[in-house]
């Protein structure tokens, strides 16, 4: 089976522009979840999809974040205006419903730098 | 607020030597942890986890230490390879159910010929 497909793999962006990151998850995985890796630091939970509804998004830091999934298939995160504190590497992880934390396939990553 | 820290940025192991990564936490309702190792260019995956009723659990080279009184947890690699040549990252729920996890900051491990 194909994995989470993450695109584009990298992305170098000006500061006070727009960038949307894209997350196809495994066929399926009706869990989805965004997480976020600012250079050297922890791992950070953003949001949690669970179809089309967002289950938790608690970790998303501000309004110029927003995440979707539309359909319930795959999931887009746009950051607008984007700011230097953005950049870092955006995993996006998907599970079965009911396989739990054991069950996570996580993505290659976006790693967005802005400049 | 980081609840799950991992204060050893790096490890240098000698190829065929133990590799012990460490892991501390802050938050009492985590039950369950996980630790995920990771490639350049890849994404993490799933290593080996342990639940709080249990204080170690055994996976081939790979065993996890859980002292559920000191909020500490360890993984040892023995005998230590090439190929553990990695990022690896702690983890922990209080739920095994559909739930976010909380990362530590990951520990490089490079394990030398």
């Known amino acids: 089976e194909a994995g989470v497909t993450q695109f584009p793999s990298h992305s170098v962006i000006e500061k006070g522009q727009t960038v949307t990151l894209r997350c196809d998850p495994i066929?399926?995985?009706?869990?989805l979840y965004w997480y976020r890796r600012v250079m050297g630091k922890e791992i950070k939970f953003l949001l949690h999809f669970v179809k089309e509804s967002k289950q938790d998004e608690s970790g998303m830091p501000n309004n110029r974040f927003l995440a979707e999934r539309t359909g319930g298939t795959y999931s887009t995160l746009k950051v607008q205006p984007a700011e230097l504190e953005d950049s870092g590497v955006y995993f996006c992880a998907s599970s079965q419903e009911g396989k739990g934390i054991y069950g996570y396939t996580f993505g290659s990553g976006t790693r967005l730098t802005v400049v | 607020d980081q609840q799950v820290k991992q204060n050893s940025p790096s490890l240098s192991v000698q190829e065929g030597r133990i590799s012990i990564l460490n892991c501390d936490y802050t938050?009492?309702?985590?039950?369950?942890f996980l630790w995920y190792k990771k490639y350049p260019a890849e994404g993490p995956t799933f290593l080996i986890s342990i639940s709080s009723i249990k204080d170690k659990n055994e996976d081939g080279r790979f065993t996890v230490f859980l002292n559920k009184s000191a909020k500490h947890l360890s993984l040892h690699i023995v005998p230590s390879q090439p190929g553990d040549s990695a990022v690896y990252f702690c983890a922990a729920s209080p739920h095994t159910n559909d739930y976010k996890l909380s990362f530590g900051a990951g520990t490089t491990v490079t394990v030398r010929a």
């Open positions: 066929s399926g995985h009706d869990n």
């Open positions: 938050n009492s309702m985590f039950d369950y």
